[in-house]
């Protein structure tokens, strides 16, 4: 079945880099994404990657992709407090109509 | 370029009644999605539409139903709410991809308290 892990809770301080993880369990999912929400809002996608692929940096962000061991993750370079909110993982399949599969989010606090 | 757009933005509703929410795609979109989001949850998917039909449908009652239209905008109805209805409803569109998959682009949702 379909399911996506992530922790729950990240506090980092201004200027610091932060590391969000995320474990999914659908071996066959082609993308995956990582969405932002701020408090009220939609859901606003940061960057996605290719399972083929182990890498990919967009400005300050990286998302590092483990096929093998189905994790995945999310730095955030220099974090600025516009960055506080909740980053959700999010995995699709191979299918032309595919629905998100999303984790829990995680709630990422930067403090000045 | 406007982006995904949901009406109305808050809603209340009771027990039993019906609801009709909302969704306008991005320009140039013609696939929506509809999710839904419980306080504190991650988003769970309700059912897509494509080309006026239902595609893809998650695990939720028949109580939810949709509809696009030839404009590619959409409908979410939900009969008979419960209590558990209450969240926030996510209208997310994309390009059907004849290769590659597309990312959802999403509103800003739809709060819907039940009372």
């Known amino acids: 079945g379909e399911d996506v892990e992530q922790s729950l809770f990240l506090s980092v301080r201004e200027g610091d880099s932060s590391v969000i993880n995320c474990t999914y369990t659908?071996?066959?999912?082609?993308?995956l994404y990582w969405y932002k929400q701020e408090p009220g809002a939609g859901l606003q996608l940061l960057t996605y990657?290719?399972?083929?692929?182990d890498m990919k940096q967009d400005q300050r962000l990286t998302v590092l992709l483990n096929k093998k061991d189905k994790h995945l993750s999310l730095r955030i370079a220099d974090t600025q407090t516009g960055d506080s909110a909740i980053y959700f993982c999010?995995?699709?399949?191979?299918?032309?109509?595919?629905?998100?599969?999303f984790g829990t989010g995680t709630r990422l606090l930067v403090s000045p | 370029d406007a982006g995904v757009t949901q009406s109305p933005t808050h809603l209340i509703k009771t027990r039993g009644q019906q609801v009709t929410l909302r969704c306008s795609p991005k320009?140039?979109?013609?696939?929506v999605s509809w999710y839904q989001q419980a306080l504190g949850q991650g988003p769970q998917f309700i059912f897509q539409?494509?080309?006026?039909?239902?595609?893809q449908r998650g695990n939720f009652p028949d109580r939810f139903s949709g509809h696009q239209f030839p404009n590619y905008s959409s409908e979410l109805n939900v009969n008979a709410l419960l209590l558990g209805d209450s969240a926030l409803y996510l209208c997310?569109?994309?390009?059907?991809?004849?290769?590659?998959?597309?990312?959802?682009?999403f509103g800003d949702g739809t709060r819907l308290s039940i009372l």
């Open positions: 659908d071996s066959s999912s082609t993308y």
């Open positions: 997310a569109s994309s390009l059907k991809g004849d290769r590659d998959i597309q990312p959802q682009h």
């Open positions: 320009s140039g979109h013609d696939t």
């Open positions: 999010a995995e699709t399949g191979d299918t032309g109509f595919q629905k998100l599969v």
């Open positions: 990657i290719f399972s083929n692929m």
């Open positions: 539409y494509y080309e006026e039909e239902e595609r």
